[in-house]
């Protein structure tokens, strides 16, 4: 079992890239020594600082744990050993990487970004017209997009993002890389990808997460 | 056929009572189905209508009796906090069990089981109508304050236990709510006809709406539009209030499928302009 530990993870991405993040930044939330899972420790122990404007991704194979970290956060798994530091004041949104429960629900793309609270004019004019679309008439793609745009720009402190490329073409997915760019004034990001081109345009850091 | 029964000093104000139920039970209804709890609309107005027997029974005031069964009911399930339609399946059947059972064995209780259970909106009167008017307005308000949370726990459901929110509050105000809702639509139309209200206008609602907004005014028009048919179709052809309200909801959800089928494209297209 590997442990991943702050020091091992505190480069950037690309070498001679420059860190986004001032290191004086304030924690946003620190995993200390977390190990998580449902029934019985699945990931870690794992522990980790996200500073406020940053974007930190995890990356790992399958089954490795991914999920279940972005989960621990969000207090849908549990943390058997260590502990996840977080202010009360932080407030946090979560997409996950099953598509929206819309099942028949006449719900419009604004409506979806109204209940999160993020601005529907900060779509880019070619997503424009899904503002006023009934989600179930949208593509397994647009209706994507809107899920993370809503959690990206939403006013949070935290954005947790599970696999928020699944199912975007390219030109969706060039607008979601602008879209951190307007989302990490503020907010920290902690996402999962496996879309390598996506996680190094848009990543402060990288941390790998392997399978107990 | 001539309008002018409705605007008989005689079947004014019923009319003007079951006009604010069909107002506001399928806005209510959006909301249940948005939850899949639209059994709740059946499981309460069985309950209220075992409680006014109840009441019945022991010379209590009727409308009380209706009231308390049903919001206890709605206490008890957020207080187990149990989501979903099997709750109140169970509540339902307890509830015509308990009906059944005392029609069979009080002979007193007998006039006002039909009533309850076919719909006579004909003999409901100004206190019907202004607790109907009372309850349009707390409901409006309350409505207010719990559409976006209802939504949000719905569309994104781990939102409030990420931010350590509990929205728990929310459903007990939302199941108070249905339960007096119901409670007062089962004293004035009966309990299928309040069944209806709620069921049918949302589920026509659902399948043409393209937002959130445009479908609660589908669900009200459907609902206006229904209730004022019935409600002179019974008039002038002497028929109870209740069957003649159910079976107009029937012919509203067919003829909303037929248009469904037969403009499917137009819907869409009208969707994608914010027409409908």
């Known amino acids: 079992m ?27 939330v620190e995993f200390r020594d977390v190990e998580a899972g449902y029934d019985r420790p699945v990931v870690g122990p794992m522990s980790l600082r996200i500073h406020a404007g940053e974007i930190i991704t995890l990356w790992g194979a399958n089954g490795a744990g991914k999920t279940t970290l972005l989960n621990a956060v969000g207090g849908a798994a549990r943390v058997f050993r260590g ?19 819309i099942r028949g629900i006449p719900l419009s793309g604004r409506e979806l970004l109204a209940l999160t609270g993020a601005d529907p004019d900060s779509l880019p004019p070619v997503l424009a017209p899904l503002m006023r679309r009934r989600l179930s008439d949208l593509s397994g793609g647009q209706l994507q997009l809107l899920q993370v745009w809503a959690c990206l720009l939403a006013p949070v402190d935290l954005v947790l993002l599970d696999e928020p490329t699944n199912n975007v073409d390219q030109a969706g997915v060039a607008h979601l890389v602008t879209a951190f760019q307007t989302a990490r004034k503020g907010r920290a990001v902690l996402l999962i990808s496996h879309d390598r081109r996506f996680v190094e345009a848009v990543s402060d850091r990288i941390v790998e997460v392997v399978r107990r | 056929m001539s309008w002018d029964a409705i605007f008989d000093p005689l079947f004014f104000t019923p009319f003007l009572t079951g006009l604010l139920f069909s107002l506001v039970l399928p ?82 209780a007998d006039h006002l ?54 929205p728990t509050r929310y459903h007990l105000a939302f199941d108070v709510l ?33 937002s959130w907004k445009r ?37 509203a959800a067919a003829l909303a499928w037929a248009v469904q089928r037969l403009f499917r494209p137009r819907i869409a297209r009208d969707r994608s302009r914010g027409l409908t």
């Open chain 1, 2 to 28: 590997d442990a991943i530990a702050e020091e091992a993870i505190r480069d950037p991405v690309a070498p001679g890239r420059t860190r986004a993040v001032p290191p004086d930044a304030p924690v946003c």
């Open chain 1, 83 to 101: 502990s996840i530091e977080r202010s009360a004041s932080v407030r946090i949104s979560h997409q996950h990487q099953n598509p929206l429960p």
């Open chain 2, 27 to 108: 806005v209510l209804g959006m909301y249940l189905r948005l939850r899949e709890e639209w059994l709740a609309a059946l499981s309460f107005a069985q309950l209220a209508a075992a409680g006014s027997l109840a009441a019945a029974i022991l010379e209590a005031p009727v409308l009380a009796g209706g009231l308390i069964v049903s919001g206890a009911a709605a206490a008890v399930k957020t207080w187990i906090s149990r989501s979903g339609n099997n709750g109140y399946a169970l509540l339902m059947i307890a509830g015509w069990g308990a009906s059944i059972l005392m029609l069979s064995n009080v002979p007193a």
């Open chain 2, 113 to 166: 089981g039909h009533a309850l259970f076919d719909g006579q909106l004909y003999f409901t009167g100004k206190e019907h109508l202004a607790s109907m008017a009372v309850f349009l307005v707390v409901a409006a308000g309350a409505l207010r304050w719990l559409s976006r949370p209802l939504l949000l726990e719905r569309i994104f459901p781990d939102f409030f236990r990420a931010n350590g929110r509990s």
């Open chain 2, 178 to 210: 249905i339960a007096t809702g119901l409670a007062l639509a089962t004293a004035a139309i009966g309990v299928m006809a309040s069944f209806a209200l709620v069921f049918v206008p949302t589920m026509i609602a659902y399948q043409l709406g393209g």
């Open chain 2, 215 to 251: 479908s609660m005014v589908i669900a009200a028009a459907a609902s206006v539009v229904t209730y004022v048919v019935a409600f002179e179709v019974a008039l002038v052809y002497d028929q109870p209030f209740g069957p003649v309200m159910v079976l107009a909801m029937g012919l």
